[in-house]
């Protein structure tokens, strides 16, 4: 397990091959349905197949270790970053700023002026140390405490 602030030999990158893919899935099941217990039939969406989406992964020796996706729209709310998750023993080192602000860099390559996120309650003050200012109130997503978030690119 890494010490915090230690990322030795971290790269993130879009996923694209169907094995990194799969990581990425497999990293937002233990996070999201495991730990969280959000159900697994709303995790995997059809945003998740559309040609426009950029998956985002951090590995470690070959294996995803975290991920992230960048949406071009959503809801006619513009960019929108989600399902950012990293693995249990790879949390507070570093790992998910790496792929926030790759995912960020993806959205500027696209001309975006911001972007959007929902953030869990609990992590908010993460995305806030990144830019990130909160929008309107506390809303319940999957029963979750989370909060709108932008950031201008």
Same mark, same amino acid.
Do not use: C
């Given at each position: ?6 990322? /030795?030999?971290? %790269?993130?990158?879009?996923? !694209?091959? /169907?094995?990194? +893919?799969?990581?990425? %899935?497999? *990293? ?9 217990? $959000? ?5 995997? !969406? ?13 590995? &470690?020796?070959?294996?995803? $270790? ?5 949406? /071009?729209?959503? !809801?006619?709310?513009?960019?929108? $970053?989600?399902?950012? =998750? ?25 001309? +975006?002026?911001?972007?959007?996120? &929902? =953030? ?5 003050? +993460?995305?806030?140390? &990144?830019?990130?200012?909160? *929008?309107?109130?506390? +809303? ?5 405490? &989370? ?7």
């Amino acid at each position: 397990m890494p010490s915090p602030g230690d990322t /030795p030999e971290i %790269v993130v990158k879009i996923a !694209d091959t /169907p094995a990194e +893919f799969e990581g990425a %899935v497999t *990293v937002r099941m233990r996070v999201f349905v495991g730990e969280q217990g $959000i159900p697994a039939s709303v995790e995997v !969406d059809d945003a998740d197949s559309a040609p426009d989406t950029v998956h985002a992964v951090a590995l &470690h020796q070959g294996s995803v $270790i975290a991920t992230g996706r960048l949406l /071009p729209d959503v !809801d006619g709310k513009g960019p929108h $970053i989600g399902r950012m =998750a990293v693995e249990r023993d790879w949390r507070r080192n570093g790992v998910g700023g790496k792929v926030l602000a790759f995912l960020e860099e993806q959205g500027r390559s696209l001309a +975006f002026q911001q972007i959007t996120l &929902h =953030a869990q309650e609990y992590v908010k003050s +993460f995305y806030a140390q &990144h830019g990130y200012a909160e *929008v309107g109130e506390m +809303f319940l997503e999957e029963g979750i405490p &989370h909060r709108e978030m932008v950031k201008a690119l």
